[in-house]
């Protein structure tokens, strides 16, 4: 008969390491500092959102809130409202403004309870918010999102000064806010492109019927991260800044002279060194042969982490400032690299797949030009399997890798 095998104590219990496999390196004083100089680049009277979703675009919404503010950041912007409320019960107490459609009592309520503000796109959920605000001793802020050529959120730019005029008539509620969303902002050129002009006429009309009616619509913002960085026209009373907060350009030839600081990079670990002659298939379908007598290395990190498949056979990573290339194809776990070249690579290397190494750089771009997709994909596609480490712990951590 087998005996049990003896109680653990929770305290004793083995912990694999969070750089054990593969992992996220986030640098707070790199958010911190593209806020600083986002802020420095505004217009006068300016203020600047620091928009945190998708989990601070896979940087950890929390902490780049935190940062962000640190800069200068007065406010955030958040798609979801679970994404607000996990900034309310961290504490951060700056106006948090819901950028997805909330439609039903229960989700506003809970804005009035965490005070979010809410996005409208007309009066239906306007109404809502009185009903609710009504008979809770406080107002409700809100903010109305105007549709001036995005065809997704917003109320109809037409009807813009009529609703602003009916929420202004609502005594529970409190109109914090007039916005819309630019639907290309990062297009070539210098200058406005047509469709940008489009859409800032058509919100200029709206905000001088709204200022001949004598009312008062709060924070006025039209710009993203492109519009902000491609002219100061756009910035009116405040800009939603994302991509740049986290050290990225929406665009090559965007905001040349403002220095970003990327701050994610992304690494992981060599787990096994296989010599191989010519001739050798690797991994499903054999996507590639080896031409000669090979050295791979398999590191553990794969398309469930978020490196994606459509960069089998393309993808480079950096170990000591030298590019290895991947071969065959990204499976889910794992991926190989051909080391032939890289002696020096050995099993528990550490390797730098988005990120610095050795003066070498290998940016988002480099990901999702290949796959055909934006740099916002790829920042946001990192897993939450990946360990999410700040530079400081990164370094306390990996003081004796094989990697440096």
Same mark, same amino acid.
């Given at each position: 008969?087998?005996?049990?095998?003896?109680?653990?104590?929770?305290?004793? *219990?083995?912990?694999?390491?969070?750089?054990?496999?593969?992992?996220?390196?986030?640098?707070?004083?790199?958010?911190?500092?593209?806020?600083?100089?986002?802020?420095?680049?505004?217009?006068?009277?300016?203020?600047?959102?620091?928009?945190?979703?998708?989990?601070?675009?896979?940087?950890?919404?929390?902490?780049?809130?935190?940062?962000?503010?640190?800069?200068?950041?007065?406010?955030?912007?958040? !798609?979801?409202?679970?994404? @607000?409320?996990?900034?309310? =019960?961290? @504490?951060?107490?700056?106006?948090?403004?819901?950028?997805?459609?909330?439609?039903?009592? #229960?989700? +506003?309520?809970?804005?009035?309870?965490?005070?979010?503000?809410?996005?409208?796109?007309?009066?239906?959920?306007? +109404?809502?918010?009185?009903? +609710?605000? !009504?008979?809770?001793?406080?107002?409700?802020?809100?903010?109305?999102?105007?549709?001036?050529?995005?065809?997704?959120?917003?109320?109809?730019? =037409?009807?813009?000064?009529?609703?602003?005029?009916?929420?202004?008539?609502?005594?529970?509620?409190?109109?914090?806010?007039?916005?819309?969303?630019?639907?290309?902002?990062?297009?070539?050129?210098? @200058?406005?492109?047509?469709?940008?002009?489009?859409?800032?006429?058509?919100?200029? *009309?709206?905000?001088?019927?709204?200022?001949?009616?004598?009312?008062?619509?709060?924070?006025?913002?039209? !710009?993203?991260?492109?519009?902000?960085?491609?002219?100061?026209?756009?910035? /009116?009373?405040?800009?939603?800044?994302?991509?740049?907060?986290?050290?990225?350009?929406?665009?090559?030839?965007?905001?040349?002279?403002?220095?970003? *600081?990327?701050?994610?990079?992304?690494?992981?670990?060599?787990?096994?060194?296989?010599?191989?002659?010519?001739?050798?298939?690797?991994? /499903?379908?054999?996507?590639?042969?080896?031409?000669?007598?090979?050295?791979?290395?398999?590191?553990?990190?794969?398309?469930?982490? @978020?490196?994606?498949? +459509?960069?089998?056979?393309?993808?480079?990573?950096?170990?000591?400032?030298?590019?290895?290339? =991947?071969?065959?194809?990204?499976?889910?776990?794992?991926?190989?690299?051909?080391?032939?070249?890289?002696?020096?690579?050995? =099993?528990?290397?550490?390797?730098?797949?988005?990120?610095?190494?050795?003066? #070498?750089?290998?940016?988002?771009?480099?990901?999702?030009?290949?796959?055909?997709?934006?740099?916002?994909?790829?920042?946001?596609?990192?897993?939450?399997?990946?360990?999410?480490?700040?530079?400081?712990?990164?370094?306390?951590?990996?003081?004796?890798?094989?990697?440096?």
């Amino acid at each position: 008969m087998t005996e049990a095998s003896p109680a653990i104590s929770p305290s004793r *219990q083995p912990w694999p390491h969070p750089r054990q496999r593969a992992w996220v390196e986030v640098c707070e004083a790199a958010v911190q500092a593209n806020a600083r100089s986002l802020r420095r680049s505004l217009a006068h009277g300016c203020n600047l959102m620091a928009v945190v979703k998708a989990d601070g675009y896979g940087h950890g919404a929390v902490p780049v809130a935190r940062a962000a503010a640190a800069g200068g950041a007065s406010s955030f912007g958040v !798609a979801t409202l679970q994404e @607000g409320v996990e900034l309310r =019960q961290a @504490g951060l107490r700056q106006p948090v403004l819901v950028l997805g459609n909330l439609t039903q009592p #229960e989700e +506003l309520r809970a804005c009035l309870h965490w005070q979010l503000m809410p996005t409208l796109s007309g009066m239906r959920e306007a +109404l809502l918010c009185q009903n +609710l605000a !009504a008979g809770s001793g406080r107002p409700m802020a809100v903010q109305l999102k105007l549709d001036t050529g995005m065809a997704r959120l917003g109320a109809p730019w =037409q009807e813009g000064r009529r609703i602003v005029e009916a929420i202004s008539a609502l005594e529970a509620v409190e109109l914090a806010g007039l916005y819309s969303h630019l639907a290309d902002a990062d297009a070539p050129g210098t @200058g406005l492109d047509p469709l940008t002009r489009q859409q800032q006429q058509r919100f200029e *009309q709206v905000l001088t019927a709204v200022q001949q009616a004598g009312l008062c619509c709060g924070s006025r913002h039209l !710009a993203n991260s492109a519009g902000t960085l491609r002219t100061a026209q756009l910035h /009116y009373d405040m800009v939603r800044v994302g991509l740049a907060l986290y050290g990225q350009r929406p665009a090559p030839h965007l905001g040349g002279s403002l220095v970003l *600081q990327p701050a994610m990079q992304v690494r992981a670990r060599v787990s096994l060194i296989r010599e191989v002659p010519a001739g050798t298939g690797v991994s /499903y379908g054999h996507r590639f042969t080896t031409q000669r007598p090979s050295r791979l290395a398999v590191v553990s990190i794969g398309y469930a982490d @978020g490196v994606p498949r +459509l960069l089998s056979n393309r993808l480079q990573v950096l170990h000591r400032g030298r590019r290895i290339p =991947q071969v065959g194809a990204i499976t889910m776990d794992q991926l190989v690299l051909d080391a032939t070249d890289a002696p020096e690579l050995d =099993q528990g290397s550490v390797v730098t797949l988005l990120g610095s190494d050795g003066g #070498e750089r290998i940016d988002p771009l480099a990901w999702s030009a290949p796959c055909g997709t934006i740099p916002w994909e790829i920042l946001c596609g990192f897993k939450h399997r990946l360990p999410r480490l700040t530079s400081a712990q990164a370094a306390w951590d990996g003081s004796n890798d094989r990697a440096h």
